[in-house]
């Protein structure tokens, strides 16, 4: 094994038993470095083929750092993507269990459920819109098996870019009729307005984050198929979430989506 692999497969080790035990743990750029961004891409597949071989079953792919700002507080000029599994999904839940998360944060996105794959090697802005079976308002629950989200991109992306569950609203609109870049949002905790944003705030264009993400799982050769759910990527600044927090988002031409965070598991 070399020193690289080696690197890998501890931090690997190291985030799998942060979450298995539910106790935060500290970054892995000291195993992987702060712009091994392949090493880390090569953490959060050993991290998937663990949850697969759990028997876990992948929905779709989350951007994240979509956000210029937050780009530039991490030194990186692009974004990053995690693996969306089926456990992930509490859309139908009445509560959404904090008791799952170590350090939640909710962000207001966009959801897109694809029609066709994406494997092409030709895509472009319009084969993306025209994958798009429909989109729907989404809050994604970010979370960090790293203390006190203490992260660089290389942190982020082995640890499945910050992913923890996300929730899709009722609504599904096709492309033809909503314009996710023209779309604006606010969310709101327990009816208090604690982000606003827009479809700008998303690489200009939630679509061009779409485009981002097929030709970046192409290249890995783990292409957007049909069915998945992407993530477009926050469209404003996300918020620390707890249980007995109602989180609401407003997203002009999607709807509403919400989350009642609980301490208590599904019955």
Known sequence: MTDHEQAVTQAAD???????????????????????????????????EHRLAAGAVVT??????????????LG??????????????VSALTGVPATRLLQPKAEAEIAFVLATDLDGDDLDLAA??????????????????????????????????????YVLGDSRVPLKEFEPREATMRMYADDVLVSEGDGTACLGDPLNALLWLARTARAYGDPLRAGQVVL?????????????VTVRAEISGLGTVSASFTDKEPS
Do not use: H
């Open 76 to 89: 990186v000029d692009q974004p990053d993507f995690g693996v969306l599994f089926a456990d992930m999904d």
């Open 128 to 165: 993306v819109r025209a994958a798009v079976a429909y989109a729907s308002p989404a809050l994604e629950i970010v979370d960090s098996r790293i203390a006190d989200w203490d992260i660089t991109l290389t942190d982020t992306v082995a640890d499945n870019a910050s992913s923890g569950l």
């Open 14 to 48: 190291r985030l799998l038993a942060a979450a298995d035990k539910r106790q935060p743990c500290g970054p892995v750029r000291d195993l992987l470095g702060s712009t091994d961004v392949a090493g880390a891409y090569a953490v959060q597949r050993r991290l998937t």
């Open 60 to 73: 779709g792919r989350k951007i994240g750092l979509t956000s210029p700002a937050v780009q530039k507080q």
């Open 232 to 244: 477009s990527g926050a469209l404003g600044p996300m918020v620390g979430v707890a249980a007995g």
